[in-house]
């Protein structure tokens, strides 16, 4: 099992419920989101360990020693922001441990800008079957609490 982490603290949501039609469609993968309680920075750190596939000001993914991709995507359609109100703390390639500090993100910003500042955290490509949730939806979580686990293979 792969142990995903949340990436800040705030409220669980389901994904179906994020207001991104391909991400609560599940097209990129199965997870679900953190809604921030409260609209300040946030350190956001990485949900598992791992090398840093890609990085953007919105959006990094990390590419687990089990070969699972784990996408963290900061708000909705905050890439129209060009990266205002977020700084980049790591660079594609590094090798960090969950609960690293990858984007400080100042999510003001966004609701500024009228955009949704759920926070999704999806196992790429994998079916909704390989998760198991480790904290009820609609509940408060801390940054680097148990979010969901990934079944790969392995008895549990």
């Keep these: 099992m792969i142990d995903i982490y949340s990436p800040l603290s705030g409220t669980t949501i389901a994904l179906k419920d994020v207001e991104d039609p391909v991400l609560a469609g599940g097209i990129v993968g199965a997870g679900c989101a953190v809604r921030p309680v409260e609209t300040r920075m946030h350190e956001v750190c ?11 000001p919105h959006a990094f993914i990390i590419f687990t020693a089990a070969g699972v991709g784990v996408l963290c995507h900061l708000g909705i359609d905050t890439v129209k922001l060009h990266g205002e109100g977020f700084e980049v703390l790591r ?58 686990q990934i079944h790969n293979g392995e008895s549990a």
């Design 91 to 148: 660079t594609e390639g590094d090798v960090v441990e969950a609960g690293d500090a990858v984007i400080r993100w100042d999510s003001s910003v966004a609701k500024a800008h009228h955009l949704s500042t759920s926070v999704s955290v999806i196992a790429c490509d994998l079916p909704e079957s390989m998760i198991q949730m480790r904290s009820t939806i609609g509940t408060e979580i801390q940054s680097r609490d148990l979010l969901f």
């Design 46 to 56: 990485a949900p598992v360990s791992g090398k840093l596939l890609k990085v953007h």
